[in-house]
C-alpha cells in the first residue's frame, strides 16, 4: 500500500491564513481552531461575496448562488446562466496558489419555479518540491483539491423554496515518501448541501422593499481518508444563517444591507494542552479521546459539534462567524460593496474588510474584490478576486432564438 506523508504546512499555510497573534504562552493554550479536511471547501469562489465580508446565504440570487445557497436559483431573474471566477491565493507568500470556479444553473419545467445547477471549483497549491527524506529522491509535485457539485432548487410557494446539491470531492495532497511511490494518494468523498431561501416585499412609506431570509446546511458527507485511512479528517460541514433587506433609495437606487452568521459542525479534536500528561493517566486519556474523535462518524460529530468545546459554551459561541456588508446599485448596471468579516482569534483570527465594484452591460457582468485585513499579520492581506458572469438567456434574446 502505498504510504504518503500530508503536505500539512503547505495546507496550513494556503487554507488556514491565521496571524501570528498567539506569541505569549497564555494565547497559545487558548487558540484553538477548528481543524478539518478540504478547507478550500470553505474559501468564497466569487467576487461579489467576497466583496461584502463573504455573504450571501440571504442575498438577491446570482449566478453564484450554488456555493451560498442553491435554493436561491429558483428566484433568480434571468432563465439561464453561467460564471467563471479566479482568485489568486496568498500572493503575499507565493504566487501559484489560487482558486478557479465555473458555476451555471438553468431554469427548468413550466411556471419559472423550479432551476437545476452545477459548478466545479478547482484549487491548486503550485508547485511544491519535496526534500528528498527517507532515502527518496527530491521531486516537485503539484497538489490540488477539486469538488464537483450538482443541485436542484424549487419555489414551495410564492414565497419560499428549498434547494438540494451532491457534491463530489477529491484532494491529492499526499507526497510520495520513496522512490518506488511515483504517484500521488488522493483522498475522495461525497457530500450534500441542503437550503432554504425566504422572500418577501414590504411596503414601508411609498417604497417597496425586499426582505430575505435564508440558511444552508453544507457540505453534510463522509469523511475524507489520508494515509490508506490512518488519518480520517472531516469535511468542513457547516450552517449559515442570514438576512438581507434592500430598500430604494431613489428612482434606479438600490441599497441593501445584508448579514450572515456561520458555524463549522465539526467536532472539537482533542488538544495534550487540556489534558495532564505528565502522568500515565492522562496520556491514555488523551489516546482515547483522540481515537474516539477519529472514530466519530460525521453525522455524530455534526451534532457534537454544538457542546463539546472545552471551554464550554463561552468557547461554542467563539466558534460562530459573523459577516456583515452592503451592495449599492445603480440601474442594475452598476455596483459598489463592502463588508466586513471576523472570526474569532482563538478559533482563526481572520479578520477583514471586502471592497468591490461590479458593473453590467446587457448580457456581461464583470465583478472585482479586493481584501484588506485588520488582523495583524494575515497572509490573506490584499487579496483579489474576479468574476465574470454571463446571461444565456439574454444572449438567446440578441441572437433571436427564444
Request: net charge negative; aromatic share 14%.
Amino acid at each position: 500500500m502505498m504510504q504518503t506523508r500530508k503536505l500539512i504546512l503547505s495546507v496550513c499555510a494556503a487554507l488556514s491564513a491565521t496571524a501570528l497573534y498567539a506569541a505569549d504562552e497564555n494565547a497559545v493554550s487558548q487558540f484553538n481552531p477548528i481543524q478539518t479536511g478540504v478547507n478550500s471547501l470553505d474559501i468564497a469562489p466569487d467576487a461579489r461575496g467576497a466583496s461584502m465580508g463573504d455573504l450571501g446565504v440571504a442575498s438577491d440570487p446570482d449566478v453564484n448562488s450554488q456555493f451560498w445557497n442553491p435554493s436561491k436559483y429558483a428566484f433568480a431573474y434571468s432563465g439561464a446562466g453561467v460564471s467563471l471566477s479566479y482568485t489568486p491565493w496568498l500572493r503575499k507568500l507565493v504566487n501559484d496558489i489560487f482558486l478557479a470556479n465555473v458555476a451555471g444553473y438553468w431554469k427548468v419545467g413550466q411556471g419559472d419555479n423550479q432551476a437545476v445547477s452545477a459548478s466545479l471549483r478547482y484549487f491548486s497549491l503550485g508547485e511544491v518540491t519535496t526534500s528528498g527524506l527517507g532515502g527518496a529522491a527530491a521531486m516537485t509535485v503539484n497538489p490540488y483539491e477539486l469538488s464537483l457539485d450538482m443541485g436542484y432548487s424549487r419555489k414551495l410557494s410564492e414565497k419560499f423554496s428549498m434547494g438540494v446539491v451532491f457534491r463530489y470531492i477529491y484532494s491529492a495532497l499526499g507526497v510520495p515518501t520513496s522512490e518506488s511511490e511515483s504517484q500521488m494518494s488522493g483522498a475522495s468523498a461525497f457530500a450534500a448541501d441542503i437550503a432554504g431561501y425566504y422572500t418577501t416585499y414590504p411596503v414601508i412609506g411609498r417604497n417597496e422593499c425586499q426582505w430575505s431570509w435564508g440558511w444552508n446546511l453544507s457540505n453534510i458527507g463522509s469523511k475524507v481518508n489520508y494515509d490508506g485511512g490512518n488519518d480520517p479528517a472531516f469535511l468542513p460541514a457547516q450552517l449559515r444563517l442570514g438576512t438581507s433587506f434592500t430598500f430604494p433609495l431613489a428612482d434606479y437606487h438600490l441599497l441593501s444591507l445584508n448579514l450572515d452568521l456561520s458555524k463549522i459542525l465539526v467536532p472539537t479534536r482533542p488538544r495534550q494542552n487540556d489534558y495532564d500528561m505528565a502522568t500515565s493517566e492522562g496520556q491514555a486519556q488523551y489516546q482515547d479521546d483522540l481515537q474516539e474523535w477519529k472514530n466519530m462518524s460525521s453525522i455524530s460529530g455534526l451534532f457534537k459539534s454544538f457542546g463539546d468545546a472545552p471551554g464550554g459554551f463561552k468557547e461554542e459561541l467563539q466558534e460562530i462567524r459573523f459577516s456583515l456588508g452592503g451592495e449599492y446599485s445603480y440601474n442594475d448596471q452598476f455596483f459598489v460593496r463592502a463588508g466586513y468579516y471576523w472570526e474569532h482569534p482563538n478559533k482563526g483570527n481572520r479578520q477583514y474588510l471586502g471592497f468591490g465594484a461590479g458593473f453590467q452591460l446587457k448580457v456581461v457582468k464583470l465583478d472585482a474584490s479586493y481584501m484588506l485585513a485588520t488582523a495583524a499579520s494575515s497572509p490573506l492581506d490584499q487579496t483579489l478576486r474576479f468574476t465574470l458572469s454571463f446571461d444565456l438567456e439574454g444572449i438567446k434574446d440578441l441572437f433571436g432564438r427564444r
